[in-house]
DNA sequence: AATTTCCTTGCATACTTATTCACATCCTGT
DNA sequence: ACAGGATGTGAATAAGTATGCAAGGAAATT
């Protein structure tokens, strides 16, 4: 549940304003998630997010990415680490993983898949906050899917 | 005074991790700016610093995207009226629909339809003068098609 | 099955930040 | 010099956020 939940606030941060965390509260509540602020302090704090002038924002929006705080700066970023700072949803149609992130995300998620190589994965179209993955079929695009998706609730 | 004691917090924040802003208080009292927590919390409303994970963060360090903080506008244009201003052609390719438009209209499109949502679009990708819509299956794209080339045609 | 362990959550409350009010200071035009 | 109006500040307090603790539940272990 805690995993969807965070979901929820990515997508709630991404696409409104929220000032205080019993305004998130109320809108969660309307999208089915019933917590307390108590929980809401605790999501906060294990996403990592940002307050500032205009409210909270992920870590992204802030180009505060957890890498550029937490010290190590060799290679490119991990899949998962761009994922874990961009990626708001992951969805699939035929063969193709459409990953939807935050504006201005699209282009480093899709740099970080092209440079991993996944073998089921041919290959990648970034625009400004969807990134389409064409992989080799429907089958390979659902493994993707659920990988990726892994990635995201972790 | 306060543009000087602006200038020390910057400096501190710049130099050293601030957590909060009792703390912030007992560094500034070292280099001489004695002040009340009151007072910082006004100038951090002033500067507008982000706090994070990390403590406080100045805005300048991130690339803070002006668009999220600033400006509330009457809401996104719909896809009809961004239609009308920019698409030349609708076509479809199984479960794709590509949409031609003027040079530079192709973003404006994207995020209109990211913005409402339609059920059966999985996403969106634009370049310069084509937009990708990717739907569900090859039905549900038919569906879009001709949805948006009513659109087109009116 | 029972027990243990780990995780998540709400409640109550401690801690941190924002705001209200009152007052002092410094302009500005009379 | 004085009245009126900004602006900056501290003290008190309201508003918002974090956390210790205990309860409940799921999964693993005995």
Partial sequence: ????????????????????QDELRRKLRRRGFAVT???????IH???LYKGPGGYSL???NGHTPAAGT???DGPPSVA????SFALRVNRAMNQVIVHTVMGGAQPVAAALDYEEW??????VAGDDTV??????PRKAAEVESRLTKILES
């Avoid at 602020?37 to 999501?43: G, I, M, N, Y």
């Fill in 46 to 48: 294990e996403m990592r």
């Fill in 119 to 124: 073998p089921d994965v041919v290959g990648t």
């Fill in 132 to 137: 389409l993955v064409i992989c080799r079929d």
């Fill in 1 to 20: 549940m805690k995993l969807q939940r965070h979901n929820a606030i990515r997508e709630l941060l991404a696409g409104s304003r929220v000032t205080n």
């Fill in 37 to 43: 602020q108590a929980t809401l302090s605790r999501d």
């Fill in 81 to 84: 680490e761009v994922m874990a």
């Fill in 59 to 61: 870590p992204a929006a």
């Fill in 71 to 73: 010290g190590e700066d």
